[in-house]
Every structure is written in structure tokens, then in C-alpha cells.
């Protein structure tokens, strides 16, 4: 077929050309991508429902009065202060680790991204057992700054590498000092990562339940859970969890405006060459501060008052509750990473291979949900398997679509990347001998991106390890994975039996920090 009529020589290029393209299984592949998406909007939907169910008079008796007020003004604070310290110290961090001369550089990265493998109500509970006044704002301001401030230096960092020095060369010729060149070329290309990182943690600190509440600071999310175990399917709580989904979604739009429509990439032949490191001379004692002072903070403390208080109890802490709690965090983590993975592969699949406007809208349905508080997805389910299907209510089913919900955005970035590295060649191939689309699929894009799926799976097992407002309300009787077991031990101020299940919890992030770290270091070709 090849050869008639044409007496080119058939170019590799050309073979390739020729592969039968055969009929896409996009129609199925947008079938179940829809189906997710619609199970995504359920929050959204919950949050309309209940507003229109109650009526518009009981909507402004329980969102206009003063407790709400309260909790809006404890947000703002919060957010306005913990946000720009946070980027003020990962940015000064970041420089120093990448672009100087700073000793044992790569040792301080490593530990400037170790607070990942510590969650931030262990942070606290470290605090509070070493410094038992802290509370208030100001300490819910120390202690988030300690344990987020990784989610703006990682990609800060990874940026940093990846920056054409060539730019900074540019403007130190024209008469900058170093001072200007960094504010005039370097910060205004740090502007991606640093948004992205601020939402982060912005997102975050809406949503955190146990830290808050060990310092006594109330927010959106201590309020609506001490509302749901007061009264379970309150107005009152599920009004706090609309006001709450208004912040994130408005963190959402600001982001959008803040990070502008800026292309950064760099236009040109070549390869961009390696920054050379600043020499600090008599500023190495200062700047070497920094990190060690950051590493006690955030690594020392807790490691320091975990290690006591497991010292204090001794085996006898040791109990089988320790090791059936582990147990079950192990098989609900995965078991929710792998549900969470397989619901997140259509639309993995459809946003490589047929991107449009369509995809655009179904993606986004799967990203924003990641964006919303734990506490507001488990109030959506509650009242759903509440009112509708009550057999539902407060079984595994209902705690594992919680996980895959939260974690839906965790699976999607892992699998996309792993699919748009397979060759849509290779699909063609299969199908022109015999297979089926969905068997092309399924035989050779999805092996070939095993390895993506199998980082999404880790990434969301060790989310859902420790995850703990959802599992607090959703988990069956007799339930109790490593983080409920921690809260309700320390929620009865018995920090030495708390203490296991922290250290498992640790240990089990562990892997997801060294995962982190070594993909972001990949990501710069290092």
C-alpha cells in the first residue's frame, strides 16, 4: 500500500505518519471523566442545596451575626501574617541553598523540606508539650510557619535552579547592584512559585482542624466540627461550611489575578548554563544560622519531645492498639490511593490525548475539589448519606469516596505526567494490529505509565495517612487509624500514650519527603 504510486523513499517519520489512527475512545473516556466530575461538584452542590433548603432569612440569622465575624476576622489575620513570613523565609532560604556558596548546601535543602514528613498537628502537640501557654494567634502564626513554609520553598527552589543566569548578567552590566538585579530580575520571575505556594498554604490553613485546636485558636474549621459533634446535620454548620467554601474559592480567584498572564520561559538555542554561587564571605556565620536555626524548629522539637515522651513511656506504650491503628491506616490509605488513582486516569487520559474546552471544564471540576477543607467534604457526605441514603452513612464506602475526593488532584498530577510521556504513536500501532481502542489503552498507555500511577497511589496514601477532620467524622465505629487514635489521645492531655502514633505517623511520611525532593531536583535536570 505503501509503495503505490509513489516512489519516495518511506522516511521514519513518514512510517510513523502512516500508523492506521483508528477511533479514540474518547466518548467512553469522557463518559467516566463526567461521572467523577459530577461526584467533584457534590460539596458545591451541598453548600447550594442546604442554602436554598433553609431559606434566605435563616441563611443571613446564621451567617450575618458576630461569631461569624469573629472567625472571618481570626482567618484574615491569620492568612495575612503566616502568608509573607513565610515567603520571606523560603525566599531567603531558597537563595541561599541554590545560589551561594552557603556549606553543606544540600544538606539544608534536604532538611528545609523534612517538616513535610511532620503533620502539622504533630507540630503543635510538639509545642504545646514543650511550651503548654501557647495559644492564640500568635502562636497559630509561629507554629504555621513552621510547618508550611516547605510548600512555598520547594518550588521556590526548583525555580531558582532552573533560571537562565544569562538575565541577572544582563542587568548587572547595565549598573544594577546585587541588590536591584534580584528584586528587578530574579523575585519578579519567582512570582508562579510563589503564588502557587501561597495558595497552598492559604488552602491549608483553612482547612487544619488539630493544630488549631491544640492552641486554642478558633477558625472556620474548629467552629463547624465543635458544631457538628454538638449537633450533628446543624444549619449552623453547614452555613459555616458555605462561608468557608466562599474564602477558599475567593484564595482561589486572587491567586488566578495575582499571577498574571507573564510567559517565563526562556526564548533562544541553546541550553541555559548553570548559575554560579555567590561567595559569602564574612556572611557565612549569619547565613548559616538560618537553616540550623530552621532545622531545630521545625525537625529538633518534635523529634526532641517525641523521643521524651516515648522515653517516658517505655514499652508499655507500645500496646496493641498501636499496631491494630497502624494496620488500618495502611489499608485505608491504600485502598483510597488506589481508588483515588483509577478515578483520577480518565481524566488524566483526556487531558494528554484530547485537550479542549470540554477537557478544560472537566479538569477543572477535578482540581478545585483539592481546594476544599476536609471538614466540608465530610459535612456534604454526612448529609447526604444522612438524608438520602442512610445504610451509607458512616461506613468504609463513604470514608473512601472522602479520600478520593480530597486526594483526586494528588493522583491527577502524577498520572498526567505519566501519560503524556507514552508515545499516542504507540496506541495507534496496537489498534492498526487488531486491538481495540480501550485495549490499546489499557495494554500499552497505562504499563507505560505504571510508574506515574504508582507515585500518585504513594502520594495519595500518605495524604490519606494523615488525614484527620474527615476520618474524625466519617470513620465507622470501632475505626481508628493513626491520626483519630493521636487526637483522641491528646485531646485527653495524655501526650506520653499519644506518642506512638505520632512517631508511625512520621515514619510513615518519611518517603514522601524523600519523594518530593528528589522529583523536584529532577525537574532541574540535577
Not at 436554598?52 to 472571618?72: A, Q
Not at 457538628?228 to 484564595?251: D, I, R
Amino acid at each position: 500500500m505503501l509503495a503505490s504510486g509513489n516512489k519516495a523513499p518511506v522516511t521514519p517519520g513518514a512510517a510513523r505518519m502512516s500508523l492506521p489512527r483508528g477511533p479514540m475512545p474518547h466518548a467512553s473516556v469522557v463518559l467516566l471523566a463526567s461521572i467523577v466530575a459530577i461526584f467533584s461538584l457534590m460539596p458545591l452542590g451541598f453548600i447550594a442545596w442546604v442554602t436554598y433548603d433553609v431559606g434566605w432569612e435563616t441563611v443571613k440569622t446564621l451567617v450575618f451575626r458576630p461569631r461569624v465575624g469573629e472567625l472571618l476576622v481570626n482567618t484574615v489575620l491569620l492568612e495575612s501574617i503566616t502568608i509573607p513570613l513565610s515567603i520571606a523565609l523560603a525566599v531567603t532560604l531558597a537563595w541561599l541553598t541554590e545560589r551561594t556558596d552557603i556549606p553543606f548546601a544540600r544538606l539544608w535543602a534536604w532538611l528545609a523540606i523534612a517538616p513535610f514528613a511532620v503533620p502539622a498537628f504533630v507540630h503543635s502537640y510538639a509545642w504545646v508539650s514543650l511550651l503548654p501557654g501557647m495559644r492564640g494567634l500568635q502562636s497559630g502564626v509561629f507554629v504555621s510557619v513552621v510547618a508550611y513554609y516547605p510548600f512555598l520553598y520547594l518550588p521556590v527552589a526548583a525555580t531558582l535552579r532552573r533560571l537562565d543566569p544569562a538575565i541577572e548578567d544582563a542587568a548587572a552590566s547595565l549598573g544594577l547592584d546585587p541588590w536591584r538585579v534580584f528584586f528587578r530580575t530574579i523575585l519578579p520571575q519567582l512570582r508562579l512559585a510563589i503564588c502557587g505556594g501561597s495558595l497552598l498554604i492559604a488552602l491549608h490553613l483553612m482547612s487544619e482542624y488539630g493544630l488549631f485546636v491544640m492552641i486554642r485558636f478558633d477558625t472556620f474549621a474548629t467552629a463547624i466540627v465543635d458544631q457538628f459533634q454538638s449537633s450533628y446535620n446543624s444549619p449552623a454548620s453547614n452555613m459555616l461550611g458555605g462561608v468557608l467554601v466562599a474564602c477558599c474559592l475567593f484564595l482561589l480567584g486572587l491567586e488566578i489575578l495575582l499571577r498574571g498572564n507573564e510567559r517565563y520561559a526562556r526564548v533562544g538555542s541553546g541550553s541555559a548554563r548553570p548559575a554560579d554561587r555567590r561567595r559569602l564571605g564574612w556572611f557565612v556565620a549569619p547565613a548559616l544560622a538560618l537553616p540550623i536555626i530552621l532545622a531545630v524548629l521545625t525537625l529538633g522539637v518534635p523529634l526532641i519531645t517525641l523521643g521524651r515522651w516515648l522515653y517516658l513511656g517505655g514499652l508499655g506504650i507500645w500496646r496493641l492498639e498501636v499496631v491494630s491503628a497502624f494496620v488500618q491506616t495502611i489499608v485505608l490509605a491504600i485502598a483510597g490511593g488506589v481508588l483515588t488513582t483509577i478515578a483520577a486516569a480518565p481524566m488524566a487520559w483526556l487531558s494528554v490525548r484530547a485537550p479542549g474546552r470540554l477537557q478544560r471544564i472537566l479538569e477543572a471540576c477535578h482540581y478545585y475539589v483539592g481546594s476544599l477543607p476536609g471538614v466540608v467534604v465530610a459535612l456534604a457526605l454526612v448529609s447526604i448519606t444522612v438524608r438520602l441514603i442512610l445504610p451509607l452513612y458512616q461506613t468504609f464506602a463513604t470514608l473512601l469516596v472522602a479520600y478520593v475526593l480530597l486526594f483526586l488532584p494528588r493522583a491527577m498530577v502524577g498520572l498526567r505526567a505519566s501519560i503524556a510521556q507514552a508515545p499516542v504513536e504507540l496506541e495507534r500501532a496496537a489498534m492498526g494490529l487488531g486491538r481495540t481502542p480501550g485495549q490499546a489503552v489499557r495494554q500499552i498507555t497505562m504499563r507505560l505509565a505504571a510508574p506515574g500511577a504508582a507515585a500518585s497511589v504513594a502520594l495519595a496514601a500518605l495524604g490519606i495517612t494523615n488525614e484527620l477532620t474527615a476520618t474524625l467524622m466519617l470513620s465507622p465505629n470501632g475505626v481508628d487509624t493513626l491520626a483519630t487514635k493521636f487526637w483522641s489521645m491528646t485531646s485527653e492531655i495524655d501526650y506520653v500514650s499519644a506518642a506512638p502514633y505520632a512517631f508511625m505517623m512520621v515514619v510513615l511520611s518519611l518517603p514522601l519527603t524523600l519523594m518530593l525532593y528528589t522529583q523536584s531536583k529532577r525537574t532541574a535536570g540535577q
